[in-house]
């Protein structure tokens, strides 16, 4: 333990060591203007998703960057517009009542191509992480009731994704005024693995299960592998595979 804070102490000095030689140096190697960089996405406030950037210069055209993505859990967005395109009326039913939520956290590199760092095209291969949360308070089925017959009950669903990706970010950003740039993420294509699981919690009847197993397993959920485990306290899907998704923004970027 002592020689792990040893060596702990003396990379503590080398950090602060290195960070004033930057310091010292930074007029130099940095364009004039502040090192720090704040981008807001106006384009993920139509999806109710609320997304932050931090950049620091690090270089004459190199930047580092840590993003938050989150999206407080709600109605899906833009549902009504889903109307239209799903002719099945029962599966627009169950979106209507799910409520989902998402968080992610990117840290990135840049590389600027323009007159200075924060400027002109770049590109940023980056690392994601992020959690999507369901909640679907009646998913609904039909069973064989012994002495009813054909029965419609409903079970409470809810779950979670993990996923874990990278990728590279092509973008550009232009000046408008001395503080503030126009940022553009054009398109961010990133893979990776995801992680999760579908739960509902209910005493169930030997029938129930029956009905509500073929159910889960008659979802399709593409590339992604599924278990679902049914017994007479409730129900378990885990889902593990890979995943893929992109990224693209427009932004206005606070420099200070």
């Known amino acids: 333990m ?29 364009n004039k203007g502040g090192k720090n960089l704040i981008n807001v996405s106006l384009t993920s406030l139509l999806l109710n998703n609320f997304s932050f950037t931090y950049e620091r210069a690090v270089a004459k055209k190199i930047s580092v960057g840590l993003g938050l993505r989150f999206m407080p859990e709600g109605q899906v967005p833009f549902l009504n517009k889903f109307e239209a395109i799903i002719d099945d009326e029962d599966t627009f039913d169950k979106l209507k009542d799910l409520k989902t939520g998402n968080i992610a956290i990117t840290p990135e590199v840049k590389f600027y191509f ?10 940023a291969p980056f690392a994601r992480y992020a959690k999507y949360t369901a909640d679907l308070p009646t998913f609904e089925y039909e069973y064989d009731h012994p002495v009813d017959g054909p029965t419609t009950t409903t079970i409470p669903l ?21 503080l503030v740039y126009l940022n553009w ?14 739960k509902g919690t209910k005493t169930l009847s030997a029938e129930e299960q029956d009905a509500l197993r073929d159910e889960l397993e008659d979802l399709e959920l593409p590339i992604v592998e599924t278990t679902t485990t049914v017994n007479s306290s409730g129900a378990r899907m885990d889902i593990k595979g890979p995943w893929a998704s992109a990224r693209a923004s427009v932004g206005l970027s606070f420099r200070f």
């Open 185 to 198: 993420s054009i398109l961010g294509p990133q893979y990776g693995t995801s992680k999760g699981f579908l």
């Open 2 to 30: 002592k020689k792990h804070l040893t060596k702990l102490f003396y990379l503590a000095l080398i950090v602060l060591f290195s960070q004033n030689v930057y310091a010292q140096t930074d007029s130099l190697s940095v």
């Open 158 to 178: 809810n779950g979670e994704l993990k996923t874990l990706t990278g990728g590279v970010l092509f973008g550009a950003q232009w000046k408008l005024s001395k």
């Open 114 to 123: 323009g007159k200075g760092v924060f400027r002109g095209f770049y590109i």
